[in-house]
């Protein structure tokens, strides 16, 4: 019953932006610690962002500390990832993830949505 669903993913050239969205259904958003992952083809899984439920305090990877910013509208159940100044490296599935306890940018979250693909070529 609990599920989220990314998007906004798609293709841009280097230099451009992307805004991904992450939304909850069916449980109570405004609790969730939540995180935004990547995987790149031959790739581990790896953090990107992450906001708690308080504050809200926010963390990034090194590779995307001041491009990326994550923010949080619970009234609309919605997290969003906002892509500045994007790379080819950045090409990957977009996944974003839910728990209950902070976990910062380590992979063992609760709920997982299925992923956007971000595509950043010429």
């Known amino acids: 019953q609990l599920q989220l669903a990314e998007s906004g993913g798609g293709l841009v050239q280097p230099g451009g932006s992307l805004r991904l969205s992450c939304t909850a259904s069916?449980?109570?958003?405004?609790?969730?610690?939540i995180a935004w992952f990547r995987q790149a083809p031959g790739k581990e899984r790896e953090g990107v962002s992450c906001i708690s439920t308080i504050g809200p305090r926010t963390n990034y990877a090194d590779a995307v500390k001041g491009r990326f910013t994550i923010s949080r509208e619970d009234a609309k159940n919605t997290v969003y990832l906002q892509m500045n100044s994007l790379k080819r490296e950045d090409t990957a599935v977009y996944y974003c993830?839910?728990?209950?306890?902070?976990?910062?940018?380590?992979?063992?979250?609760?709920?997982w949505g299925k992923g956007t693909q971000v595509t950043v070529s010429s």
């Open positions: 993830a839910a728990d209950r306890v902070d976990k910062l940018l380590y992979t063992m979250y609760d709920y």
């Open positions: 069916g449980f109570n958003f405004d609790v969730y610690y």
